[in-house]
Nanobody, 114 residues
Framework: QVQFVESGGGLVQPGGSLRLSCAAS????????MGWYRQAPGKQREWVAR???????IYADSVKGRFTISRDNAKKTVYLQMNSLRYEDTAVYFC????????WGQGTQVTVSS
């Protein structure tokens, strides 16, 4: 069974940056598309970015030009570099396959506040 462990979240001011990491274990990684998702308070979980096994990224319109997804297949890790953060980016961030596996990690909290 796959397990995801997200890290790197925190409190940041608007316009700031954070880099999230997600380590996957217990399953195959390199052939699969990986994604970052987020869930804001009172809202449904939404997809943020995805990256194919070959490294081609696709972004939600809300983060395009500000976030960068990358992966290290040897480390079974996917990253999300977040720049120019906005209040509306506040959420718990998760990683998973695309489409997602049934099991989710704990996520990492990102809070954008002045």
């Amino acid at each position: 069974q796959v397990q995801f462990v997200e890290s790197g979240g925190g409190l940041v001011q608007p316009g700031g940056s954070l880099r999230l990491s997600c380590a996957a274990s217990g399953s195959i990684f390199s052939p699969l598309t990986m994604g970052w998702y987020r869930q804001a308070p009172g809202k449904q979980r939404e997809w943020v970015a995805r990256i194919s096994s070959g490294g081609s990224p696709i972004y939600a319109d809300s983060v395009k030009g500000r976030f960068t997804i990358s992966r290290d297949n040897a480390k079974k890790t996917v990253y999300l570099q977040m720049n120019s953060l906005r209040y509306e980016d506040t959420a718990v961030y998760f990683c998973n396959y695309v489409p997602p596996a049934p099991s989710w990690g704990q996520g990492t909290q990102v809070t954008v506040s002045s």
